[in-house]
């Protein structure tokens, strides 16, 4: 059974960076598409970044620059470093993992959890970040 638990949320100012991991049990990530999902008060859930098995990636447009995300073989964790924090980046980050992104996954696809291929992923429970200004 595939398990991710999210940890590294926290309270920052804007400006600040943070970093949250993905600790993944069941199944090595290099076998996965691995995904980086947010929430915010009173939002939709929308995709953050991916990261395909052959180490491809994908980053939604308001983040494009400032978050990287990263992949640890050896210890099977996903890694989000965030940088440059805005308080609209305040939201529970979730992570998810699919078989198989490919360009659609990494790039219109990660636009929400309800697209192909993530409406097939498995989900943690997520970690929240709250970013003031």
């Known amino acids: 059974q595939v398990q991710l638990v999210e940890s590294g949320g926290d309270s920052v100012q804007a400006g600040r960076s943070l970093t949250l991991s993905c600790t993944v049990s069941?199944?090595?990530?290099?076998?996965?598409?691995m995904g980086w999902f947010r929430q915010g008060p009173g939002k939709e859930r929308e995709g953050v970044s991916a990261i395909d098995r052959d180490g491809a990636t994908g980053y939604t447009d308001s983040v494009q620059g400032r978050f990287v995300i990263s992949r640890d073989m050896n210890k099977n964790t996903l890694f989000l470093q965030m940088n440059s924090l805005k308080p609209e980046d305040t939201a529970m980050y979730y992570c998810?993992?699919?078989?198989?992104?490919?360009?659609?996954?990494?790039?219109?696809?990660?636009?929400?959890?309800?697209?192909?291929?993530?409406?097939?992923?498995?989900w943690g429970q997520g970690t929240q970040v709250t970013v003031s200004s």
């Open positions: 998810a993992a699919v078989s198989l992104c490919g360009e659609v996954g990494l790039g219109n696809g990660l636009r929400s959890p309800s697209a192909f291929p993530w409406t097939f992923a498995t």
């Open positions: 069941g199944v090595e990530i290099g076998l996965r598409c």
